[in-house]
């Protein structure tokens, strides 16, 4: 993604996090997690990176969905999410999508405890435009969280798109069978001077039995998060914003 875009975005988002309106004591290693996901308007053929032939392995299933689009508009998640106009990041996603070059697929963040040696689950992501010949959208893949000694955040998203040339028919010839018993005019109409039949042919289109789906790109990478940073996750098309804000008690 164009750098000087992304940093002009970043500079001028708020520097502080919307309080939060809390009742009792703040868990220890709480933090605020925000993620955006982000497209990058360019055609296909603009991309230099040659994905058609890369083996893609089988997207983690996950029993806990971080945000799923669904085919009316709306979306679904297993999490208790927070608004986007309360997000640290809202302002520099805003910037990004009035720019022309992005498109902003999904932006959200929650709160949870990350203690020291946190496991954390693969998080569905379903998102992008939607692949009828598919069934499935353009932008699919898993996001994780993780705690060592610190944050660590792994990006496996798929991005798709339906290969127009795979949808175009197949012409395929096939014999014309000839009658069992024909009677004296169809044997005059169909008989050679050798006195052989005609074997005719048919074209039938066929269309692929297998969705015909190519890789555009993918994000396959962990990385080490510091609080307080926006880092940013990204491919030649697509791209996450990641941001983490402990909260502290009386916060």
């Known amino acids: 993604m164009a750098g000087a875009t992304l940093a002009v975005a970043f500079a001028l988002a708020p520097s502080t996090l919307m309080a939060q309106s809390t009742s009792g004591s703040v868990p220890k290693d709480y933090y605020r997690a925000e993620f955006v996901i982000l497209e990058r308007l360019v055609e296909p053929e603009g991309i230099e990176e040659q994905m058609s032939g890369k083996q893609v392995e089988p997207t983690v299933q996950s ?6 689009a669904q085919q ?13 106009s309360e997000l640290h990041l809202n302002q520099a996603a805003a910037r990004l999508e009035r720019s022309g070059n992005y498109r902003v697929l999904a932006a959200t963040g929650w709160y949870e405890a990350f203690p020291p040696d946190y496991d954390g689950e693969p998080l569905q992501v379903a998102i992008g435009d939607w692949l009828a010949e598919a069934g499935q959208h353009g932008v699919e893949g898993f996001i994780e969280v993780d705690r060592q000694r610190f944050l660590h955040v792994g990006v496996h998203l798929n991005h798709w798109m339906i290969n127009q040339d795979a ?24 008989q050679t001077d050798s006195g052989n039949s005609v074997a005719g042919s048919l074209e039938i289109d066929q269309t692929p039995a297998v969705a015909p789906l190519q890789l555009v790109t993918w994000i396959r990478e962990t990385r080490r998060m510091r609080s307080e940073e926006i880092h940013f996750i990204d491919s030649p098309t697509i791209g996450v914003l990641v941001f983490f804000k402990r909260v502290e008690a009386g916060s």
């Open 63 to 68: 029993d806990k969905a971080l945000w799923v």
């Open 72 to 84: 009316d508009g709306s979306h679904r998640s297993d999490l208790k999410l927070v608004p986007r």
């Open 167 to 190: 949808l175009q028919p197949v012409a395929i010839d096939l014999p014309l069978e000839q009658p069992a018993e024909p009677d004296a005019d169809q044997l005059t109409a169909i």
